[in-house]
């Protein structure tokens, strides 16, 4: 009964709030139209520019030659253009002059260290043109993918091993010979289990034919504007503070766990609303595919969640509306900016790609990008779900520590 | 009379600083009791505690015999809180507004309607009762400020200097409401350093000073404990001197005590008439013009001067 009279008040009074209506519904549409309108047209893939690449192959091992079969098959033909050179300073001279934007380098020994066990000491490096950061990323994303997949096949080797070991099949083994067993392993691997290597090209081409402007920025403005709005709706809890309405309400008998609950139901009720709005109009009117309904709705629900924990979290450390006001656009842009809501994270550089990890937006567009993109279901994105869960704890915590001072 | 507020050495400590140093009182149902006190002597702190919106330090009150410590939610369900600012939606009507505090204090249906109507009538402004809060003049929106504080009947009214920084007329107002509310049975704790307003509205009175209670009784009480003093109140220009001029009539004879109060000099003495004739003397010899004198008979503020040597507005 309180607990729906201070639900009613709170979607009143924003309600009322002009600020808060921009920010919750207005600009949200706004936006994801301009971004039809910039990036409906451009269709799928198949329009990205050719990306030339130069391939050193200083390995001369299974792995190595498999890389390079990779790169030059007819999968990537339209996304990438090979060049094949013996040395890194032909390659790097051919990068310095802008005829390729990316050097892909497979070491020498690159094959014999991933089976020995030591193949940490020897990756493929991606050399890049940094005027070129999506190119870069493009490749960047295929080599990732194909690393990926080697590692998966040298720790099946290691297992083997392991297992023949605890059945005493085998007393002892050597380098040599995990080496050699491993390298005839990797290579039946690589070259004849043609449906798993056909995996790692499906990947790769659908990320390459699926990828779409539009629906990236659909999704990533959902993600983002998410942040905005759970930021504009904390501060309601300020501004209860300022306005002596806060403390009116514990001289009234109501319990703090009452008020506190009606304000984080209404956030959610609103960042839900929200939401699906955004979707409807994006699915309805732009032509939007949303992928697994299932992945989606628990995707959107946690995202609200850790998004409203997250609004919280900043009103904790503002004094005032007008503080949080500025402080909030400030971060949230900052983290849409690291989060990549506005480019994709994977042109990203390494460090700032793990560095953006520390916001639910960076979770939430790759989580949405799996469902959305790669028409994933809810079991590729459990890592994500369970991150965003875990940043939602966090958050909610140091918000509860910090607008105690409220109550004080 | 029975006791509907009972307070026992109630004390509150902020770090190594004493705000309110063991008060003990007691109000009766349906009584008005001022708590008067200069800024700082401990007012809003005491009626924090009464309102279960601070954690007493030492000490005990009670409502209706329910304690602020063990049962807050009985008590909260007891006492009427007028906060001191207007604590009301902006983006609310005055009737949104009431209806949801009137939810907050338990009100349904339509009884909570009926209330909503009746404390709207109370403070005279059912006809703008569907206009925003926002769109209201000050003194409105302290009569709707009130008014959400008496739905649910509490049988006592906690008010905190309501009218601070206020216009003459929106004082009147709200004592007028104070007198209103309490003609229909509910008890009023009220703070004020306005002596005129504590004389005015209370049946009883308590003096508080540094967080202590120095004397409580009815006004009669108060100013038969001074003796039959009065009080000269003598206005200067505002250029000239007040402190030399208080200084030079201390040890004029018959004058008990000489304070400065902005521009004015009170002299409390057992005669006006007789200290009047000396003090125009030196005021004269100081060159200091006096404008005007006042002679006032025993009151709280001559109280208030005795008991803590003080004037009640010095600050
Ligand atoms: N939270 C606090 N921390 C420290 N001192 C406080 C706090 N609140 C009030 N005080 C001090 O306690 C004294 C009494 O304050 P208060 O009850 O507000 O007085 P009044 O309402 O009579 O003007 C003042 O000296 C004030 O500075
Ligand atoms: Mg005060």
């Given amino acids: ?77 339209d996304l990438i253009v090979v060049t094949e050179v013996e040395d890194l300073e032909t390659a790097r001279d051919l990068l310095e002059t802008h005829a390729v934007d990316a050097v892909v380098a497979a070491p020498a020994n690159l094959t014999e260290a991933i089976f020995s066990g030591s193949g940490g000491e020897a990756a493929i490096s991606v050399y890049g043109d940094p005027g070129q950061p999506f190119a870069v990323g493009v490749v960047r ?102 306005l002596g309405t806060l403390t009116r309400m514990r001289t009234t008998p109501t319990s703090p766990g009452t008020i506190f609950g009606s304000k984080v139901t209404g956030m959610v009720l609103i960042g839900l609303v929200q939401t699906i709005i955004l979707m409807l109009t994006a699915r309805y009117f732009m032509g939007m595919t949303w992928g697994d309904p299932l992945a989606v709705a628990v995707l959107t629900i946690i995202m609200v969640l850790s998004a409203a924990a997250f609004g919280l979290a900043v009103a904790s450390f503002c004094r005032s509306t007008a503080q949080l006001n500025v402080a909030g656009a400030a971060v949230v842009m900052i983290l849409g900016a690291v989060g990549g809501n506005f480019m994709p994270r994977i042109i990203y550089p390494e460090i700032m790609r793990t560095l953006s990890l520390i916001g639910p937006n960076a979770w939430v567009i790759e989580a949405f990008q799996k469902v959305v993109l790669l028409n994933g279901t809810l079991s590729d994105i459990t890592t994500e779900i369970l991150a965003l869960l875990g940043l939602t704890v966090i958050f909610s915590v140091v918000a509860l520590f910090g607008l105690r001072r409220l109550v004080r | 009379m029975k006791p509907i507020l009972q307070v026992h050495e109630l004390a509150k400590q902020y770090g190594d ?62 006492i009427g809180v007028i906060p001191q600012d207007i604590a009301l939606y902006p983006s609310l009507s005055a009737r949104e507004n009431l209806h ?108 508080i000073d540094h967080g202590e209670l120095i004397a ?64 125009f003397g030196r005021a004269e010899a100081l060159g200091t013009r006096v404008r005007s004198i006042d002679i006032q008979e025993p009151n709280l503020e001559a109280v208030f001067l005795q008991v803590t040597g003080r004037a009640l507005r010095d600050n």
């Fill in chain 1, 1 to 77: 009964m309180k607990f729906l009279a201070l639900l009613r008040k709170e979607l009143t009074v924003l309600s009322r709030d002009r600020l808060a209506v921009v920010m919750i519904l207005i600009a949200p549409l706004v936006m994801t139209t301009v971004m039809k309108l910039a990036f409906g047209n451009i269709g799928n893939g198949t329009n990205l520019p050719i990306i030339p690449v130069a391939v050193v192959d200083l390995d001369n091992g299974q792995i190595g030659s498999a890389l390079v079969n990779l790169l030059e098959s007819d999968a990537l033909s």
């Fill in chain 1, 141 to 242: 994303g295929i080599v990732q993918r194909f690393t990926q997949y080697v590692a998966a096949g040298s720790t099946s080797v290691e297992v083997t091993f392991q297992q023949l070991i605890e059945t005493g099949r085998l007393t002892e083994v050597t380098h040599a010979m995990k080496g050699e067993v491993g390298e005839r392993a990797a290579f039946a691997a690589l070259e004849s289990d043609l449906v798993s290597f056909n995996e790692v090209l499906s990947g790769i081409e659908s990320v390459k034919s699926e990828f779409n402007w539009f629906k990236f920025y659909a999704l990533s403005m959902a993600s983002l504007f998410i942040l905005f709005s759970m930021v504009t709706a904390a501060r309601t809890l300020l501004a209860d503070h300022e």
């Fill in chain 2, 100 to 207: 949801f505090w009137g939810q907050l204090y338990g009100l349904r249906g339509k009884e909570r309607g009926q209330r909503v109507e009746d404390v709207l009538e109370l403070v005279g402004l059912r006809e703008r009762a569907q206009d925003r809060i926002e769109k209201y003049s000050g003194g409105m929106k302290r009569r709707i400020n009130i008014a959400a504080g008496l739905l649910h009947r509490p049988k006592i009214v906690f008010m905190d200097e309501p009218t601070v920084g206020i216009d003459p007329q929106s004082r009147r107002a709200i004592l007028d409401m104070v007198k209103a509310f309490n003609q229909q049975g509910m008890a009023v704790l009220y703070t004020t350093h306005y002596m005129e307003e504590a004389e005015e509205l209370s049946d009883r009175v308590g003096i």
């Fill in chain 2, 17 to 78: 600083f004493t705000a309110v140093k063991g008060v003990s009182f007691e109000i009766g149902e349906g009584e008005i009791f001022s708590l008067l006190g200069p800024n700082g002597a401990g007012k809003t702190t005491t009626i924090s505690m009464l309102a279960c919106l601070l954690q007493p330090s030492a000490g005990e009150a009670s409502i209706a015999g329910h304690s602020v410590r063990r049962e807050p939610q009985a008590v909260k369900r007891l």
């Fill in chain 2, 216 to 279: 409580a009784g009815t006004q009669r009480e108060l100013t038969e404990r001074i003796g039959s003093t009065e009080t000269l109140v003598l206005h200067i220009d505002e250029s000239q001197d007040a402190n030399q001029l208080a200084h030079a009539l201390e040890d004029l004879p018959g004058v008990i005590q000489s304070t400065v109060t902005d521009h004015q000099v009170s002299l409390v003495t057992p005669s006006a008439r007789e200290v009047l004739a000396g003090a």
